[in-house]
C-alpha cells in the first residue's frame, strides 16, 4: 500500500489550499481514511476523517467548519480543501489510511499506512 500526498505550500493568513492523496494497493472505497498534521515541536494530531462513503466524516474543533475532508473512490484520491488558513495550521499534513471499517477515526495508533506528509506553511 502507498500514499501519496501532494498540494502543501506557503499561503497568506485567510487564504485556501487542497491537498491530494492518492491511494494504491488498497480497496479504498471501504477504507477509512483521515488527515493528521504535525507542527514542529507538537504531537501528530487529528484533523479530520471519513468513513466509507456514506459513513461520515469527522473534523477536529480547530478546523471544523473551515476544513472539508472528501473522497474520489473510483481514483482512490482522497482530499482536504483548507480555506481561512491561520498560522497555526503550519505543519505537515499525512494522510491516513486502514482497512478496519470500525477504527477510531481520530486517533492516529489505529492507521496503519501513511502517507509521507505535504508541508503547508500559512504566514500571517
Known amino acids: 500500500v502507498q500514499l501519496q500526498a501532494s498540494g502543501g505550500g506557503l499561503v497568506q493568513a485567510g487564504g485556501s489550499l487542497r491537498l491530494s492523496c492518492v491511494a494504491s494497493g488498497l480497496t479504498f472505497r471501504t477504507s477509512t481514511l483521515a488527515w493528521f498534521r504535525q507542527a514542529p515541536g507538537k504531537e501528530r494530531e487529528f484533523v479530520a476523517g471519513?468513513?466509507?462513503?456514506?459513513?461520515?466524516?469527522f473534523y477536529s474543533d480547530s478546523v471544523k467548519d473551515r476544513f472539508a475532508i472528501s473522497r474520489d473512490n473510483p481514483k482512490s484520491t482522497l482530499f482536504l480543501q483548507m480555506n481561512s488558513l491561520k498560522p497555526e495550521d503550519t505543519a505537515v499534513y499525512h494522510c491516513a489510511a486502514s482497512r478496519n471499517r470500525l477504527v477510531a477515526v481520530s486517533t492516529h495508533s489505529g492507521y496503519t499506512y501513511w502517507g509521507q506528509g505535504t508541508l503547508v506553511t500559512v504566514s500571517s
Open positions: 471519513s468513513r466509507m462513503s456514506g459513513s461520515g466524516t
